[in-house]
């Protein structure tokens, strides 16, 4: 039964938690006709009769219900759960859909399970379409960025879509662009995730040495925050955690930032960001040190009773350059925040190239630059450094960021000492300086590692002084005789 005027509409959704809701309001307000579906239906009739109230949007009590009133060739967005729910979701639409049909997956799912649908829907002449979505609740209403992929045979039915509900840049352009084949969108937004741990944790590491090691009052961090979102650091999150800390606690009157629990959680996609640089053997461990700091801060209980303890430095009186020290803490944030995006911007090139994606990695830096949570006013110089070089091996070398990191190195290292000193953990930060000084070491200590290998399992090593390529094995024991391992990944 249909619970609103019985006319077909152009798109569907299902799925209408916080973001379905928002994308479907978005989707009307932007002159589409939408069906929407919920395994709840009571949430169907609740919405229709409130939020979506004398819309353009239909609800529907059953997915075949869905499936009649959209018209064909159908575009059915789903919004829901990563994992076996979209599965048995899609098995159940193929039931009602034909030839032609879209599938827009826009949840946080694995890109490897966007490759495989992809390729298994194509076989039914489905077409399928991973889309990742980024802006949270306000973004999902007022334009989020979107990054899609999938069957580019999708594309053009669903350009005008997509594009005409996705966020704007300052010159107009929609914060949404196709991004390959199969599970490319996924990929990147899945990286975007990765980014957004490292700078959600850039951000909270350099409140925690204001707060912890200066001795700062919170009113005092809001404002350091705000006065840092005028400058290179201008971001959503700066913003945000400057609005954050503005805010009292209605119940005690302390800043309510005081009174919330220390524990993060976490819903994967930083996780997935992390394991997956592992495998492809990106260098990314600034991203799996955020994973790995909420990780840490779930252990509440422990870390209380380990404070009990475990001695830390003696506490220092309030810091006389405090004004110095936070001046230099914008330095070591915004040089660590260019190495985060330069791990997640590796990550990208290294899976472009193994999945024949082509990625266009200027443009994933463009439809980053509005709607999304990690919108940031630095992603200009993302745009214009893959502009400029396509080939851009890695972002720190790009002229801009190399005079940018040169300039902040003092202050970073300022910083990090003083955190040192004072007993704060800043595991992001520091573990971005330890990538920008090995990145930029001509000689690294893994000829030692190299010899090691060889020493005890005979997996040999190159020499400097012949072919690359060249494989050599010495017999350091003199018991060990000639034969060498052979190389292969395990």
């Not at 957004?196 to 404002?223: F, K, P, R, T, W």
């Not at 990314?284 to 404070?307: G, H, W």
């Not at 745009?383 to 091996?393: G, H």
């Amino acid at each position: 039964m249909t619970m609103q005027n019985d006319t077909h509409a152009d798109v569907g959704l299902i799925g209408l938690a916080v973001m379905g809701e928002n994308l479907v309001l978005n989707m009307a307000r932007n002159g589409h006709r939408v069906a929407v579906y919920n395994r709840s239906v009571e949430k169907v009739k609740r919405f229709v009769e409130t939020r979506a109230k004398d819309k353009t949007i239909i609800g529907a009590d059953s997915l075949a219900d869905l499936c009649r009133l959209v018209q064909r060739p159908r575009r059915i967005v789903l919004m829901i759960r990563a994992g076996a729910a979209v599965d048995n979701v899609v098995e159940q639409l193929c039931e009602y859909l034909d030839a032609g049909d879209i599938i827009i997956d826009g949840g946080n799912s694995n890109y490897l399970d966007t490759n495989r649908r992809t390729a298994a829907l194509q076989e039914r002449d489905i077409l399928f379409v991973g889309a990742g979505i980024s802006g949270g609740e306000e973004g999902a209403l007022n334009g989020p960025s979107i990054m899609p992929g999938g069957n580019v045979a999708a594309w053009p039915a669903i350009t005008d879509l997509l594009q005409g509900i996705a966020a704007k840049t300052d010159d107009g352009a929609p914060c949404c662009a196709w991004l390959g084949n199969a599970g490319a969108g996924h990929f990147v937004k899945m990286v975007h995730n990765g980014i957004e741990y490292c700078d959600m944790q850039l951000i909270a590491e350099a409140y925690h040495l204001m707060s912890a090691g200066l001795n700062m009052s919170v009113s005092e961090m809001s404002a350091v925050f705000a006065r840092w979102n005028s400058g290179p650091l201008n971001s959503f999150l700066i913003e945000i955690t400057a609005a954050i800390l503005a805010v009292a606690d209605d119940d005690t009157g302390q800043p309510l930032v005081d009174v919330i629990m220390d524990k993060a959680g976490q819903k994967g996609t930083g996780r997935w960001t992390a394991i997956t640089a592992i495998e492809q053997g990106v260098p990314a461990a600034q991203i799996a040190e955020a994973v790995f700091a909420r990780c840490i801060s779930s252990l509440k209980t422990e870390r209380v009773a380990a404070a009990g303890i475990l001695a830390g430095p003696a506490p220092k009186a309030a810091d006389a350059n405090a004004n110095d020290v936070v001046t230099a803490l914008a330095d070591a944030v915004y040089a660590s925040k260019i190495c985060a995006y330069a791990q997640g911007f590796h990550m990208l090139s290294a899976a472009s190239s193994e999945f024949g994606w082509h990625l266009d990695l200027g443009s994933v830096a463009s439809i980053w630059r509005n709607g999304c949570i990690i919108r940031a006013a630095f992603l200009d110089h993302i745009r214009d450094a893959y502009s400029v070089n396509p080939e851009l091996p890695n972002l720190l070398v790009a002229p801009h960021f190399a005079d940018v990191l040169s300039s902040a190195q003092a202050g970073w290292r300022r910083v990090l000492t003083t955190a040192i000193e004072r007993g704060i953990p800043a595991p992001s930060m520091s573990s971005a300086l330890s990538y920008y000084d090995a990145y930029r070491s001509e000689r690294l200590p893994a000829n030692l590692l190299q010899a090691q290998r060889d020493y005890f399992g005979a997996h040999t090593y190159e020499r400097i002084d012949r072919p690359a390529g060249e494989f050599h094995h010495t017999n350091w024991t003199g018991t060990g005789g000639t034969t060498a391992s052979t190389s292969y990944n395990a």
